[in-house]
């Protein structure tokens, strides 16, 4: 019993489990010095305890009062929420073009999609901040909307397109011979199949959109149009840098991706799949 027993343990003991332990730790570590330093105190900041005692939820009304962290939270809700719209709108049709319908130049086009999807955005940041100016965009939201749409619509493109390649060519015909035209065969045949992929991309794309910090930076310097990131890297002056606020204020803008990933979860995982796979 006792040899059998050592046996069970040295089967769950081994290099990937090891792996996956180290890696969750790594993430769970600072995550969870996130969360208690934003219940810390400002007099406790000197301390190396872990544990954050006495609690205090001062730093989360200071963010809210003192440093107007309701105003940029609308913002990035606003600004991410419509041109993730923008993107699986746009996507769906041009990945359902470039996997289904007949056309010429689909691989030119899916090389230039790829090499736009990883073009640094410091390389374009100052012909569209001039482009912003003369059409008078800067400090508005579109100011952020368009060239997001424009940035991050390549890569879901890709998810899309290699999500409607693995839908069986069947379904798409027996709408065709039921007389649906194509646009209404995408929205009621092809899209519910989707959804793993639609929500994969609209997850990577919120995402994207929520903590990008180049182009809020550059675009919009007011402060009734600052999203999070540059709201959160203003806070505090020059002598005085406000931790618990900015850890407070960086673990209310964690929650809405947190939220999305853990209820659409299993719709990532599934579009990942069928994106590595299929194409």
């Known amino acids: 019993m006792r040899n059998r027993k050592r046996v069970g343990w040295h089967r769950y003991i081994n ?27 400002p007099n406790s900041f000197g301390t190396a305890t872990l544990n954050p005692a006495p609690l205090s939820g001062g730093n989360y009304s200071n963010a809210f009062v003192a440093y107007d962290f309701g105003i940029y939270f609308r913002n990035s809700l606003i600004v991410s929420i419509a041109a993730t719209a923008l993107v699986l ?15 010429r130049g689909k691989f030119p086009t899916l090389v230039i999609l790829l090499m736009i999807s990883v073009f640094p955005e410091v390389a374009v ?3 569209l901040y001039l482009l912003m100016r003369n059409l008078h965009l800067l400090n508005s939201y579109p100011a952020l909307i368009i060239p997001y749409t424009a940035f991050f619509l ?12 693995g839908i ?16 209404r065969t995408v929205w009621t045949i092809v899209l519910p199949q989707a959804l793993p992929g639609l929500f994969t991309a609209g997850i990577f794309t919120f995402t994207a959109c929520w903590t990008e910090f180049l182009m809020a930076l550059t ?31 960086s673990v209310v803008a964690v929650v809405p991706i947190g939220i999305l990933v853990f209820i659409f979860r299993k719709f990532v995982i599934s579009g990942l799949t069928s994106g590595a796979v299929k194409g």
């Open 219 to 249: 675009f919009n310097s007011s402060n009734n149009y600052r999203t999070i990131p540059v709201g959160i890297a203003e806070f505090g002056g020059n002598f005085n840098v406000p931790y618990g606020t900015i850890f407070a204020a």
């Open 15 to 41: 290099g990937v489990n090891l792996a996956v332990l180290i890696t969750v730790l790594f993430i769970l570590i600072p995550l969870y010095w996130l969360i208690a330093s934003s219940f810390r105190s």
């Open 154 to 165: 390549p890569f879901a493109i890709w998810i899309l397109r290699n999500y409607f390649l």
């Open 89 to 103: 709108i746009l996507g769906t049709l041009a990945g359902y073009a470039l996997g289904r319908l007949p056309m």
């Open 125 to 127: 940041i100052a012909p």
């Open 168 to 183: 069986p060519k069947e379904m798409e015909e027996t709408g065709r011979i039921d007389g649906a035209s194509p646009l």
